[in-house]
């Protein structure tokens, strides 16, 4: 069962706000997927362990330099900036 | 398609320049009913075909791709361009660099006409979740052109570009490319580069083409499938080149039929599929039936998955280093949670809620580590059917294009529309979506050619042999270029 108060808690941790009146909604919205997804509780368990579906190894290079991109370039798509930095003040 | 349009350049029927305006031309005309593409690029798209004018005058030779008029989902990431996943939160964005499929069809000479529409970061059934608004169906534009690759399935199946790619995260290559009657193929996971495709589910999402015809798919697949070092999970293609062996006879092929896949399935859908059994038959293939229990639980296992792998991918928008940020906020806390909730839609915060949930403490093994142990028994249940058949035939969609505003309704309503495709996705297999037929208001049918790993030139080769045989099911629509 899915609460309102789970919904909050989870709300923060996303760190997303719900609206007052978008959360009798949304907790409802999350019951009826949550329930859908409780579906899983009724299979079998393989007793298995899968770790790693797509047969994933580490890549491993050399430690070189290679280029790489400007710090200009990294932060052309900013909202602020400021002295070569990301920029990100208090309060506005 | 690209070969036709090829042999147009080669031959100077039309020159690139022609060709490409023709194409801008149709995108004025159509766009405002279609809604497929989100931003044109007209002055870079006849600036590339001058080049490609320029190199057939002086006689030099063209590739297969070069001069082809195409369209990109817009979450792969164009340098300069600007790139949204059709949200807010990324609005003006432009990418410093390309993802590694663009810097391939770009080196191959492609004209990139635009960035087409989606569902918000990919994450819908219906391509109405964008914050563009929905596309409309080619067939009719009261229906959707299905998501979350619609804007790409749209433009193609309505020839306002010859070809496009796509991303499949749990079908959104396959489903649009069904409803709009056109082909979508699916690769293997790791078999095409994921380097600047914007993520959504990490360990699902694959990038691969939406094209016209079978053969246009083969092509595409050819020129994007490598090995790039930039992607982690990178293989690129193991095996031959799909383009050689598309042509080639199946007889002896071994076609599989796994009956869950029937199960719920629209009337109209499943005699359309059925009549494709008949087809493959008729040209010489065996038919095997089986039943695959494990595929029951696939799609909670998918949402649960994905849910959780994009509540972690879409942690880094924080209105910090790019996109859209709140303009009045007090802290940093408050900022991001005020960048967060103006710049997502309701379904991508939906998605993230539900991802926090299921990877939070107390929930973590009954959702999260249960859903992927369940993962891994679709993917041997997947191993043990390919030991009796060539490839799996299924319904894409078990229903066709639904009309626009419905997917929107009722969230679990629209998930249970996704259960034929993303058993691919779990298991990182390859399918190619292909229409099969018409229900009574004349609205696509697609079927899907589910491969072992790697096997996409089977598949391909597989769905090419029933195009030939079953032509009727590929049509044009009223819109766009008529070569």
């Given at each position: 069962m899915v609460t309102k108060q789970d919904v909050e808690n989870i709300a923060i941790l996303s760190k997303l706000f719900v609206a007052e009146d978008e959360l009798d909604n949304l907790t409802k919205q999350m019951q009826e997927i949550v329930s859908f997804a409780d579906?899983?509780?009724n299979a079998p368990d393989s007793g298995e362990e899968f770790d790693n579906i797509n047969n994933l190894s580490n890549v491993f290079r050399e430690d070189v330099v290679v280029p790489s991109l400007s710090a200009e370039e990294i932060l052309k798509n900013a909202p602020e900036q400021g002295e070569n930095h990301f920029l990100v003040r208090n309060h506005a | 398609m690209i070969k036709k349009i090829h042999d147009m350049l080669v031959s100077k029927e039309a020159s690139c320049t022609e060709l490409t305006e023709k194409y801008l031309t149709e995108i004025e005309n159509s766009n405002g009913e279609l809604?497929?593409?989100?931003?044109?690029?007209p002055d870079a798209a006849l600036a590339q075909a001058a080049k490609v004018d320029a190199k057939i005058a002086s006689g030099e030779e063209i590739g297969m791709l070069e001069g082809v008029p195409m369209t990109l989902k817009d979450n792969i990431s164009t340098k300069g361009i600007e790139t949204t996943c059709c949200s807010k939160i990324l609005t003006g964005y432009k990418p410093i660099y390309n993802a590694t499929v663009w810097e391939k069809l770009e080196r191959d000479g492609a004209v990139l006409l635009g960035k087409t529409n989606m569902d918000e970061f990919a994450m819908?059934?219906?391509?109405?979740?964008s914050y563009f608004g929905g596309s409309a169906n080619p067939?009719?534009?009261?229906?959707c052109a299905g998501g979350s690759s619609g804007g790409v399935a749209s433009a193609v199946g309505g020839d306002i570009a010859a070809y496009g790619l796509g991303s499949d995260t749990g079908g959104s290559i396959r489903q649009p490319a069904s409803f709009c009657g056109i082909v979508g193929l699916k690769p293997t996971?790791?078999?095409?580069?994921?380097?600047?495709?914007?993520?959504?589910?990490s360990s699902l999402d694959q990038i691969g083409p939406i094209t016209k015809t079978v053969e246009d798919a083969a092509i595409v697949y050819d020129a994007i499938s490598d090995y790039d070092?930039?992607?982690?999970?990178s293989q690129g293609?193991?095996?031959?080149?799909?383009f050689d062996t598309v042509n080639n006879d199946i007889k002896g092929m071994r076609v599989g039929i796994a009956r869950e896949y029937l199960d719920g399935v629209r009337d109209d859908v499943k005699e359309a599929v059925l009549g494709a059994v008949k087809v493959y038959e008729s040209l010489g293939a065996d038919v095997v039936y089986f039943d695959m229990?494990?595929?029951?639980?696939a799609l909670p296992v998918y949402y649960i998955i994905a849910c959780a792998e994009a509540s972690s991918n879409l942690?880094?928008?924080?209105?910090?280093?790019y996109g859209f940020k709140a303009e009045h906020y007090n802290g940093t806390h408050d900022m991001m949670c005020r960048t967060r909730s103006e710049g997502f839609g309701e379904e991508v915060k939906r998605r993230i809620l539900l991802g926090t949930y299921v990877l939070s403490a107390g929930y973590y093994d009954a959702y999260y580590k249960k859903a992927q142990n369940l993962r891994g028994t679709i993917v041997k249940a997947f191993d043990d059917a390919f030991r009796n058949c060539d490839f799996i035939l299924a319904p894409?969609?078990?229903?066709?294009a639904f009309e626009m505003g419905h997917a929107v309704s009722d969230p679990v309503e629209t998930y249970l529309t996704d259960i034929c495709t993303v058993p691919v996705n779990i298991a990182g297999l390859p399918a190619v979506s292909v229409p099969c037929g018409f229900n009574a208001n004349g609205m696509p049918i697609g079927m899907q050619l589910i491969g072992n790993k790697f096997t996409e030139a089977k598949i391909l080769n597989a769905a090419r042999a029933y195009e030939k045989a079953a032509p009727e099911n590929f049509k044009d629509t009223k819109w766009g270029v008529k070569l």
């Open positions: 579906a899983i509780n | 809604n497929a593409y989100v931003n044109v690029t819908g059934s219906s391509s109405e979740t067939f009719n534009t009261k229906h996971y790791g078999a095409v580069s994921r380097y600047g495709l914007i993520a959504y589910a070092p930039k992607d982690s999970t293609r193991i095996g031959a080149m799909s229990p494990a595929l029951k639980f942690g880094r928008y924080d209105g910090i280093r894409t969609v078990p229903m066709t």
